[in-house]
């Protein structure tokens, strides 16, 4: 628990209905200490959860949106009507462990470059798994393809303490980001016009362009019910997910990087495309083809933000892509190299080879599902 002398710490819950929230809150003051305010973010919740989470839970603060607005704009509110001196955002279809908001401070203390950090997320529904969101620790590809320590693509490990060890990484997962508010100074809140889906990988980006680092903290553990809110194979998330993911490197690469890191980009996209009217994918079409015309129809507003977020830099794209791996993990996974987030990570520069656990029987010859679906995995190629 976190002691009275400690930090002040906000944790800000967005919600937008769904009585699982009452699980979480349960969790959230049972397993952590009195010295945090906890603020629930209304966003417009169609049904009694808010209500009923007030009845029980006396102690929140509501913050309440007048329209819905998405994650990144009801995360901002919360933050605005904080008083921490760091920040939790914190899924509501989560829940918490003892002693997992006292390792992210006391680590938090011991790093004052911190940025940003995140715990340990295991599955909600089988707690020996990884969950998706995150998992052990956020990275990416130089194309702007998030992964995970613990989870590439659909595909999530067992945990065996292979990642029990804090690292850096590239970014924490926004199922339970713990943020330094210094850090949200320097180079500002979500970006809001991503609404959901990788505004927190966004935010670590440009942290990390600022000069701040970002740390998996093992120690700390959370459970999480991942695809609850917003299924994966919603057509809304998937195209959330190739839009912001653009809008993401439009932002943060510098000139020199994005001349070719885009194009290439590109082409993936359109092979996603071909690969999905194969397979008769025709949502993923949709959300592939829905992002491309979404970002052109914005440009000129996504170049203003890319001029405000290129004059906060103090590190170099050659630094920053040391912390990328230097290839596409979609193409990597599809060949049958790696599953394991852990072999892109330590070798960058490299093509991972096949592991001794096996890619055809682990990922069902390369059939990308989640433990547990019956349906085909996404044609995600990027």
């Known amino acids: 628990m976190v002691s009275s002398n400690s930090p002040s710490v906000s944790i800000i819950i967005p919600h937008h209905g769904g009585q699982i929230l009452l ?56 933050i605005k009507a904080a008083s921490g001196e760091y920040l939790v955002l914190l899924n509501n279809d989560t829940k918490v462990s003892p002693g997992w908001l006292s390792e992210l401070v006391s680590f938090a203390r011991r790093h004052p470059r911190l940025g940003a950090c995140q715990p340990k997320i295991l599955s909600w529904q089988d707690k020996r798994r990884f969950d998706y969101s995150g998992a052990a620790g956020g990275l990416i590809d130089i194309f702007g393809m998030p992964y995970a320590l613990g989870r590439v693509l659909e595909n999530m490990e067992l945990d065996h303490g292979q990642y029990d060890s804090s690292r850096e990484i590239f970014w924490a997962s ?32 440009r942290m990390k ?29 998937m195209y959330l997910n190739h839009r912001n993911s653009l809008m993401m490197l439009l932002k943060n690469y510098g000139s020199a990087m994005l001349l070719w ?21 025709l949502k993923r079409v949709i959300a592939v083809n ?44 599809f060949l049958g190299r790696s599953y394991r987030g852990s072999v892109y990570l330590d070798n960058p520069a490299k093509s991972p080879t096949s592991n001794q656990e096996g890619f055809a029987s682990n990922c069902n010859k390369k059939r990308l599902r989640r433990k547990g679906s019956k349906k085909k995995g996404p044609c995600v190629i990027f």
Not at 54 to 75: E, M
Not at 182 to 192: I, N, S, T, Y
Request: contains cysteine.
């Open 174 to 205: 926004g199922t339970a980001i713990f943020i330094r508010r210094e850090a949200l100074r320097d180079v500002g809140e979500l970006d809001e016009d991503f609404f959901a889906h990788m505004e927190e990988i966004d935010l670590c980006w």
């Open 290 to 333: 829905g992002g491309l015309a979404s970002v052109a129809f914005q440009i000129h507003k996504i170049w203003k933000k890319r001029l405000v977020v290129q004059a906060l830099r103090r590190v170099s794209d050659s630094r920053i892509t040391k912390d990328m791996f230097r290839g596409s993990i979609g193409i990597n996974y």
């Open 261 to 281: 890191i885009l194009p290439t980009r590109l082409l993936l996209e359109c092979l996603t495309i071909l690969y999905s009217l194969l397979r008769l994918d």
């Open 209 to 237: 362009l600022s000069g701040f680092k970002i740390y998996s903290v093992p120690s700390s553990v959370i459970y999480h019910y991942s695809g609850w809110t917003l299924p994966a194979d919603r057509l809304l998330k």
């Open 23 to 78: 699980d979480c809150l349960a969790s959230l003051f049972l397993n952590t200490g009195p010295a945090v305010e906890v603020i629930l973010v209304d966003d417009c919740s169609p049904d009694s959860s808010v209500r009923e989470a007030v009845k029980r839970f006396p102690q929140i603060k509501v913050v309440r949106n007048p329209r819905h607005s998405g994650f990144a704009v009801s995360c901002n509110r919360g």
